[in-house]
């Protein structure tokens, strides 16, 4: 096991340079709920690249990534190469966004539909979808870090005491200057993710004697994780279940989406996608690597969730770099929180607060912040099964304003009514399958049902309706600025 005080040593140094970021990010602030929400609008590509990474690839991927790979093998990459490959709609969609973001002044990917659509009612439902789905996934965060600093001290560090650090640096780092202070510290926090991986893997791989006996172990020993469908957590079934709803990721979590809007060119967007896409290949490989490695050097695990924390504490990655990757995934899971906290305050401050002062906005703002990361906190030191289930639920949630986004862009024929049937028809029937019916996450029927619905009332509603006099063509609208930057 590990010294606590050595990690709450390691945690306290982290935290001071990442509140000293913040407070530089503070000398930046204009006052305006724009810079509040977007910095302007003003982010070179490496940076809000990095951010993008850091959001996305949360603590899942060194504590849920692994344990299914430790779980069921090889078939945690292919499932997470599919979300990988959704990765690709934003050669689509980012020049997209920007531009009518750029355009209309929006700030909120919910603002930016209810604006097409011509009604204040798509922009609340995506908002309330969104705050369904999404808060629920920020107390699985808070969970990761109870679980990792749990479990690496022997229980040493408590649940309460895990959840607390994490929230506290959550609202510290949002509250300080918004959008700048979280994609500054994101940045940094990176950069600890991928370099305290990398570490932790070639550690591990040389305890096992190097990467061809690594290799040989693996084959010999645990083939089976090394075969479709492995040895029983992955079918057909479970990998389509699972992956549908990943693929669309990239549009339907706001908090990813909102990062297309703070570029300031064509040019820092395209740095952006690629270092989205070169972070997001290397961080999958690892998390995939350290769950095979977890195999041999901590065999027998019943809770394959604590697969991390068990290899760190097997001896064989050093204390000093077992102190890094746990602040990594601290990072991570930090990161994820509190983009998504801005990123609900942004929607409830513009699309719930219609019409209010920028003042107003970011107040409202910094209080729903506060109460976003209450919710997950209490929650996750509560371990409530309700939200467990709505977690699980998050990808496949917010998969039914997928045809609404989608239609926004490239059907002109698209009305208010059928992307609000859509919205709230979707996200009422995935409540419904999974907490009434009891259908498993894991279960193909719920992803492609709440998807089939979903994509079925826009396409019926509109058709049967009119679009509003005051809804934006998109299309029509953006077609002569995607020519000027050469975007297909």
């Known amino acids: 096991m590990l010294s606590p005080i ?32 977007l910095g302007n609008r003003r982010f070179g590509g490496m940076v809000a690249g990095l951010s993008y990474a850091a959001t996305t690839y949360s603590a899942f991927m060194l504590v849920v990534l692994t344990g299914l790979t430790y779980r069921g093998g090889i078939g945690a990459l292919g499932f997470e190469l599919i979300y990988f490959a959704g990765l690709g709609l934003l050669v689509i969609f980012a020049p ?77 780092w949002t509250l300080f200057a918004g959008i700048r202070s979280v994609a500054w510290t994101d940045a940094v926090q990176a950069v600890v993710m991928m370099g305290s991986a990398v570490l932790a893997i070639l550690f591990a791989v040389a305890a096992l004697g190097g990467w061809g006996a690594f290799a040989q172990a693996t084959l010999e020993t645990h083939g089976s994780h090394l075969s479709v469908p492995g040895p029983g957590l992955w079918s057909l079934g479970t990998f389509t279940a699972l992956s549908l709803p990943w693929f669309f990721f990239a549009i339907s979590n706001p908090q990813v989406s909102q990062r297309l809007f703070i570029l300031k060119d064509m040019a820092a967007m395209r740095r952006m996608i690629f270092w989205v896409l070169g972070f997001g290949l290397a961080f999958t490989l690892i998390a995939v ?105 998050s990808a496949a949630g917010l998969m039914v304003t997928v045809p609404a ?41 719920l992803a492609l049902s709440v998807g089939g619905l979903s994509l079925g009332l826009f396409v019926l509603v509109s058709l049967v309706t009119r679009p509003r006099p005051e809804a934006l063509d998109f299309a029509a609208e953006l077609r002569p600025d995607l020519d000027r930057v050469n975007a297909w």
Not at 12 to 32: D, K, M, P, S
Not at 295 to 300: D, E, K, M, N, T
């Open 6 to 37: 050595l990690i709450w040593s390691a945690i306290a140094g982290f935290a001071g340079f990442g509140l000293l970021i913040a407070w530089r990010a503070t000398r930046e602030n204009t006052g305006t709920a724009e810079d509040y929400y």
């Open 289 to 393: 690597i350290w769950g095979f490695a977890a195999l041999q050097l901590a065999p027998g695990l019943e809770n394959t969730a604590t697969a991390t924390p068990a290899l760190l504490t097997s001896g064989a990655i050093p204390a000093p770099v077992a102190v890094l990757l746990i602040l990594g995934i601290l990072a991570a899971a930090v990161s994820t929180l509190d983009s998504i906290a801005l990123t609900l305050a942004a929607m409830v401050a513009r699309d719930v607060m219609t019409d209010a002062p920028p003042r107003a906005q970011i107040l409202t703002g910094r209080v729903v912040v506060i109460l976003v990361i209450l919710f997950a906190s209490l929650f996750a030191v509560q371990k409530a099964t309700v939200v467990d289930q709505l977690a699980a639920l």
């Open 96 to 172: 997209r966004f920007w531009l009518a973001a750029k355009r209309w002044g929006f700030i909120s990917p919910a603002e930016m539909l209810g604006a097409r659509y011509g009604s204040r009612w798509v922009a609340r439902a995506a908002a309330l979808v969104a705050l369904v789905f999404l808060m629920p996934y920020c107390t699985t965060q808070m969970a990761g870090i109870g679980l990792l600093l749990s479990g690496v001290t022997g229980g040493e560090i408590t649940l309460t005491q895990a959840v607390a650090t994490g929230a506290l640096l959550a609202a510290l």
């Open 405 to 445: 986004t989608i239609g926004a862009f490239f059907w002109h024929r698209a009305t208010a009514a059928g992307a609000l049937a859509s919205i709230l028809g979707g996200a009422a029937l995935a409540v419904w399958m999974a907490m009434v019916q009891g259908v498993s996450v894991f279960n193909p029927v």
